[in-house]
């Protein structure tokens, strides 16, 4: 993440899925962790197929507020 590229709740109400790397930033983990709790099922996601992956805002909000 680069210093231009803050962290920012608003982001995710502004969109119904956000990226696995993104999801990772805002929980503070890495992506290989936030990949694997995507393949759990511990991290919400909607299967594009193959490994394609993306996280549903709205859950990430509720794991984020506690």
């Known amino acids: 993440m680069s210093m231009n590229d803050v962290l920012d ?11 696995v790397t993104r999801a990772a930033e805002f929980l503070g983990v890495s992506r290989a962790t936030a990949y694997t709790m995507a393949r759990e099922g511990t991290l919400p996601t909607v299967d ?7 996280v549903k805002s709205a859950a990430l909000l509720r794991m984020l507020e506690g």
């Not at 594009?48 to 993306?54: F, I, P, V």
């Open 9 to 19: 709740l608003d982001e995710l109400r502004r969109q119904p899925t956000t990226s």
């Open 48 to 54: 594009l197929g193959g490994r394609r992956y993306r």
